[in-house]
C-alpha cells in the first residue's frame, strides 16, 4: 500500500503569510495527488487535483507542484476562510489512501 | 445542481449490521465511478470502498474486506454500502464521493455511524 505522509501536522500562521504543506508517498506515484480543504462538520473541498490543476471556483492563491513522491500546496496569501485542515489522497492504485492531515491554525 | 445525500446511519451494537444509502441527482450517475469514505470522530479521512460505473469492478480498504459490499443502481441513481459485523473501529461519518480525486469530484455531507453497546 502507499503511504501518505504530511508534514507539518500542525501550522499557526497568520492572515496574508505564505505557508506550505508537504505530501511525501511511500512510492512514486506520477502527478496522481489530489489536495483537499476541510472545515469541521462538513465535507472535504477539492483544491487541486493530478498535482497542479486548480479545481474550478478555487482561488488562485492555492498552488499544487510535485511529482513522482514530493508534493507540495502552497497557499500565497493566507485569508481567514483559509484556516482549515489540509489532506492528499493519491489515486495511483488501490487501495487509495489520504495523508494524516495537517491543520492550519491562526497565530 | 449535483447533490450526494447520504441516509442509513445510526446507532448499531457491534455485531450487527447496516446498509447506507447515497442518492444522487444532478448529473448521470451512470457514468461515474463512486466511493465510499469514512472519517472517524476527531480523525482523519480514510477511504473504504469503491465501485465502476458498471459495478464491475469494486475495491475495499483492508480493514472492511469481507464485512462490506459496495452496490449500485444506476436505474435508480443509488449507491449502497453494506456493512457487517460492525466494530467500535467501524464508527465514523460516512461520505459518498463521486469520481474521488478527480476534477468531477462532489461528496455528500455524510451519515454518521455509531457502533456502540
Known amino acids: 500500500d502507499i503511504q501518505l505522509t504530511q508534514s507539518p501536522s500542525f501550522l499557526s500562521a497568520s492572515v496574508g503569510d505564505r505557508v506550505s504543506i508537504t505530501c511525501r508517498a511511500s512510492q512514486g506515484i506520477s502527478t496522481y495527488l489530489a489536495w483537499y480543504q476541510q472545515k469541521p462538520g462538513k465535507a472535504p473541498n477539492l483544491l487541486i487535483f493530478a498535482a497542479s490543476s486548480l479545481q474550478s471556483g478555487v482561488p488562485s492563491r492555492f498552488h499544487g507542484s510535485g511529482s513522482g513522491t514530493e508534493f507540495t500546496l502552497t497557499i500565497s496569501s493566507l485569508q481567514p476562510e483559509d484556516f482549515a485542515t489540509y489532506y492528499c489522497?493519491?489515486?495511483?492504485?488501490?487501495?487509495?489512501?489520504f495523508g494524516q492531515g495537517t491543520r492550519l491554525e491562526i497565530k | 445542481e449535483v447533490q450526494l445525500v447520504e441516509s442509513g446511519g445510526g446507532l448499531v451494537q457491534p455485531g450487527g449490521s447496516l446498509r447506507l444509502s447515497c442518492a444522487a441527482s444532478g448529473f448521470t450517475f451512470s457514468r461515474f465511478w463512486m466511493s465510499w469514505v469514512r472519517q472517524a470522530p476527531e480523525k482523519g479521512l480514510e477511504w473504504v470502498a469503491t465501485?465502476?460505473?458498471?459495478?464491475?469492478?469494486?475495491y475495499y480498504v483492508d480493514s472492511v474486506k469481507g464485512r462490506c459490499t459496495i452496490s449500485r443502481d444506476n436505474a435508480k441513481s443509488s449507491l449502497f454500502l453494506q456493512i457487517n459485523s460492525l466494530r467500535a473501529e467501524d464508527t465514523a461519518m460516512y461520505f459518498c464521493a463521486r469520481s474521488l480525486g478527480g476534477s468531477g469530484v462532489a461528496w455528500g455531507q455524510g451519515t454518521l455511524v455509531t457502533v456502540s453497546s
Open positions: 489522497q493519491h489515486l495511483y492504485d488501490y487501495p487509495i489512501t
Open positions: 465501485i465502476k460505473q458498471d459495478g464491475s469492478e469494486k
